[in-house]
């Protein structure tokens, strides 16, 4: 497939407050549009989304990536949110000439709404038991509370009185978490029924360490950045499922991690562009459980005249071929870095 232009533009979405998480807060999200046109004028979209609170590629090295990248070339050697925005251009430009949705490309049978968990800001407790009533006054059921400071347990609690007793609840620790740390923060939640625990610790083999003496299921993520990983959570014994961001494993397909290991697919804090991707990635895996994609409602703007919409905690994709997203040029020149 021939690319006759390749464009790129670094860009930034304010946060309607600021994200507090356990390492560290934004109050935006820097990202990276990529936008490949063929001869005949189809555009193809890719995002990047670097990954700025965990010591990855900033936005300087991934537009610099991007623009000295060939799209004829396998992007193999970027990194991987460069890698992301590459592989989600060159798929969304080929759905686009086939005239056909990008979860078909993909592989899927058909695409369904989107269940999606509510992402809860990290605070005070009142502050994020007061976040999911609004969430679930919106139609959420599923809520991921982003723990690591001193009063984890008070907050779980508060949250779980909050809500209606139905309500499934899964916390996060970015892996800030020693082992003994971990272990008796999650026997202090575990009468809170929670769905499961993301990246309670830093690496797989303290994830291994800890499985055998916590009843709350696993998810790897920050350890977990290909298949490779996955291989290795498998040999250990790590975790039970991972979440998959596509900027942090560099590919769009959840497939050769999914292939694997159990995936539901989690938001890097992307735009639109991202949203969409992994929303028709979301399209190949199976599974009863929310994926963590509704962080479009934590922006106070959008780059996107079309991007996909929730209603309730439903994520619906957008019409038409490829990602059906389509730029807004006047909101990306306002929010131009």
């Known amino acids: 497939m021939a690319v006759a232009s390749a464009e790129v533009t670094p860009y930034a979405l304010p946060f309607k407050e600021p994200y507090e998480t356990a390492r560290g807060v934004l109050d935006r999200r820097e990202m990276v549009l990529l936008r490949l046109r063929d001869h005949d004028g ?19 090295q991934v537009v610099e990536e991007l623009r000295g990248w060939d799209p004829g070339a396998d992007p193999v050697g970027m990194s991987p949110p460069a890698r992301c925005a590459a592989r989600t251009a060159l798929l969304d430009l080929s759905a686009r000439r086939r005239d056909e949705p990008l979860w078909r490309v993909l592989g899927a049978d058909r695409a369904q709404p989107v269940l999606c968990n509510a992402t809860l ?16 006054a919106d139609g959420f059921h599923t809520f991921k509370l982003k723990l690591g400071g001193e009063a984890d347990a008070e907050a779980v609690r508060m949250v779980r009185q909050a809500l209606d007793p139905s309500a499934r609840l899964r916390v996060d ?27 309670p610790v830093a690496t797989l083999e303290e994830m291994a360490d800890l499985r055998p003496r916590t009843v709350i ?19 250990l014994g790590a975790c039970d499922l991972v979440t998959v961001k596509i900027s942090k494993t560099g590919n769009p397909d959840p497939g050769p991690i999914a292939n694997r290991i159990p995936v539901y697919l989690s938001s890097a804090l992307d735009g639109p562009v991202g949203i969409a991707a992994a929303a028709h990635a979301a399209q190949t895996l199976g599974g009863p459980l929310a994926h963590g994609l509704a962080t479009q409602r934590l922006f106070a703007g959008s780059i996107a005249s079309v991007a996909c919409q929730l209603e309730g905690d439903r994520l619906h994709l957008p019409p038409g071929p490829g990602l059906g997203v389509e730029i807004d040029a006047a909101a990306l020149e306002a929010h131009r870095l």
């Open 42 to 60: 189809l555009t193809g979209l890719g995002e990047a989304v670097p990954l700025s609170l965990r010591g990855g590629a900033g936005v300087g």
């Open 121 to 136: 800001v990290g605070g005070p407790p009142l502050h994020v038991a007061q976040q999911a009533l609004a969430w679930e």
């Open 173 to 199: 620790a970015n892996g800030v978490w020693d082992l003994e740390t971990a272990e008796r923060t999650l026997a202090e939640l575990a009468e809170q029924e929670i769905e499961l625990a993301e990246q």
């Open 217 to 235: 299921p696993l998810a790897a993520d920050e350890s977990v950045a290909g298949p490779e990983d996955a291989e290795k959570a498998l040999l």
